[in-house]
């Protein structure tokens, strides 16, 4: 499947922003934008590793959205046709298995789609000194200290408007769930568009190597070594690891 610019083929991926101004102007706009807090009326909030899609006449799901991404990307997949939506939240993990779940998850909403194509929206990353925001960009587009400008975003289904967002709390059960990301699980899709339901699981994980020499750590050993980029996380990283150690 070809990735077009503004109808132009893009066949260098790396040089994409630099090679097409349109798109640094939007990402220009997108930074400018003050961040809206989203509460939990119609929100459905997509994880690390995790991916839903739903479209525009679900009558439960309105907003997808995601946070927390520092070297993680925020991929949005809107089909034209019929507004079907996939958000998915990758750290590049195993970034050639989970391309295929997330086009698929898509596809599954677009069988008896007469027209209309696919938009992709990659958002998150920024600099970091080991350059893995740069490699999960390329991998996804093929098949002094910086710190990423957006952490959060979210896309309303309807309008498919995006914008830069934070969330109010945790969703249901989020450190049980982050425990199988942690421990290496692979991406699962956590919503069921036909029937309006989260569905999550059964899955199971290996147990977290030395989880009893963690948990007595102080919050900058945590910090150095549990998180793909210390310098940039978010307030509440080393809270949210050690509740989700407690589940090993």
Same mark, same amino acid.
């Given at each position: ?9 893009? &066949?260098?991926? !790396? ?41 525009? +006449? ?7 959205? %995601?946070?927390?991404? &520092?070297?993680? /990307?925020? *991929? ?12 998915? /939240? ?5 970034? +050639?298995?989970? @391309?295929? #779940? ?6 599954? @909403? %677009? ?9 992709? /929206? ?18 996804? #587009?093929?098949?002094?200290? /910086? ?5 959060? $975003?979210?896309?309303?289904?309807? &309008? ?27 991406? $699962? ?14 899955? %199971?994980?290996?147990? @977290?190597? !030395? ?14 070594? #549990? ?10 990283? *080393? ?7 407690? @589940?090993?």
């Amino acid at each position: 499947m070809p990735l077009l610019v503004e109808g132009r083929r893009v &066949t260098r991926p !790396r040089c994409c922003v630099r090679a097409h101004s349109p798109l640094e102007e939007r990402a220009r706009l997108l930074r400018g934008q003050s961040v809206q807090e989203v509460g939990p009326q119609g929100l459905l909030c997509v994880q690390r590793r995790e991916l839903a899609v739903t479209f525009p +006449k679900n009558g439960s799901i309105s907003i997808l959205g %995601s946070d927390d991404a &520092t070297t993680c /990307h925020i *991929v949005v997949l809107r089909q034209t046709g019929n507004g079907a939506t996939c958000l998915t /939240h990758c750290d590049g993990t195993d970034t +050639k298995a989970e @391309f295929p #779940l997330i086009m698929n998850s898509i596809k599954s @909403f %677009s069988d008896h789609v007469q027209c209309g194509r696919l938009k992709v /929206h990659l958002l998150g990353g920024f600099s970091d000194h080991r350059q893995l925001s740069q490699k999960l960009t390329h991998q996804l #587009l093929k098949n002094e200290n /910086h710190f990423p400008i957006i952490y959060g $975003i979210a896309v309303n289904i309807k &309008t498919a408007e995006i914008y830069r967002a934070s969330f109010q709390g945790p969703g249901p059960e989020e450190q049980l769930l982050a425990a199988g990301t942690l421990a290496g699980g692979p991406m $699962i899709s956590i919503y069921d568009a036909e029937t309006e339901q989260l569905r999550i699981g059964p899955y %199971s994980w290996t147990p @977290f190597p !030395r989880v009893d020499f963690w948990l007595q750590q102080d919050d900058k050993q945590i910090l150095e070594n #549990l998180s793909t980029s210390p310098l940039a996380e978010p307030p509440h990283f *080393v809270e949210f690891i050690r509740s989700t150690l407690m @589940f090993f």
